[in-house]
């Protein structure tokens, strides 16, 4: 009986080091990739976003910053939204990838490349 035991004992701790020694690679099935050949424009690609997702709110008199076709830019740029030093770091970004507006992958990926790539008024 001792023997059965000790080799029930055995197999459990090493079926448990097996679970624990076991490492798993991140996979994110989110990500989206911007060719770096693709335009990314402020009038054609985030406005748009914004107009679909966020004005309900962030429009004339809501809440800040305002998102309305003809004021958002001015208001990003005012409200210290964008950081092109590091864009993964500016409000923008930082407050829609949070959840904030429940924006899908790609118009996530628009904004961060679109700040990227000097979040210019075009």
Known sequence: MQKS???HLITILATLLCFV???YDTVEFDKVVIPPDQEVTFSNDIIPIFTS???QCHDNGGIDPNLS???AY???ID?????TENPGESKLFKKVDSG???????EKQLIL???TRGANND
């Open 79 to 83: 409200g210290n939204y964008i950081n």
């Open 69 to 71: 076709a003809s004021k």
């Open 21 to 23: 020694s076991c490492e």
């Open 113 to 115: 490349e679109w700040i």
């Open 5 to 7: 035991k000790f080799v």
């Open 100 to 106: 904030h507006g429940s924006l899908n992958p790609t």
């Open 53 to 55: 997702n966020c004005i």
């Open 74 to 76: 001015d208001s990003l």
